[in-house]
């Protein structure tokens, strides 16, 4: 496979191929091709906007943001998003990457579903919360012209991926659907697993210990 993709080019350092390699070890299919398309997604946007970013923390930051749902990294108590952020944490620090880009990638990763917030954060985290919104719900789907689109695409097919994802997530944290709590991805619960009640906070403030 080329290098460039829709004459964005994919990192290749060393740390960027490693980084690469843990998630073909790890993932599937159906994530490597979703980080990717999240990248270059993201990268084309940084672009297009002419926003100043590190494509090797870009990159870093889109291959690890899903892979909390992976076996390998999954806890039993923590949010899948912060799964991904403390393996990119451990993966960066054991090479030596300085705290800032480690901070950063951990930010972009832990803060890639919190919408509202994270587009405000520096670029790699804005960029790549666009990449995800665009590859999985096709926000601002105009943006990017047809031809850079399906360039992409054919380089890393969707293969279905709108009917395959949800339940991609639901495996990742249906054993701990408690930590979706606040989040988009009690949406997926509500949706897919059986016998769950989406928690309610007015009921939680209503119901809290305090007598009055």
Not at 86 to 93: S, V
């Amino acid at each position: 496979m080329s290098n460039f993709i829709a004459d964005i080019k994919i990192p290749d350092s060393k740390l960027a191929v490693e980084a690469a390699e843990l998630l073909r070890e790890h993932g599937d299919d159906l994530l490597w091709n979703h980080s990717n398309r999240v990248f270059l997604f993201a990268a084309m946007k940084g672009n297009l906007n002419q926003i100043k970013y590190d494509p090797e923390l870009l990159y870093i930051s889109s291959l690890f943001h899903d892979i909390g749902l992976t076996p390998k990294f999954r806890s039993d108590d923590k949010r899948f998003e912060v799964d991904g952020a403390n393996a990119a944490r451990d993966f960066l620090k054991s090479r030596g990457v300085p705290e800032e880009n480690i901070r950063l990638v951990w930010d972009a990763v832990a803060l890639h579903t919190t919408i509202g917030i994270v587009e405000y954060k520096e670029a790699e985290a804005a960029l790549m919360n666009f990449g995800v919104g665009y590859d999985v719900v096709g926000k601002n789907f105009d943006l990017i012209s047809t031809e850079a689109r399906e360039q992409i695409v054919k380089a890393f097919p969707r293969d279905s991926f709108k009917h395959k994802i949800l339940h991609a997530f639901l495996e990742g944290f249906k054993h701990k659907p408690e930590t979706t709590y606040g989040t988009i991805n009690a949406d997926i619960c509500e949706m897919l697993l059986p016998g769950y009640k989406r928690p309610n906070f007015c009921q939680s403030v209503l119901h809290s210990r305090w007598d009055e």
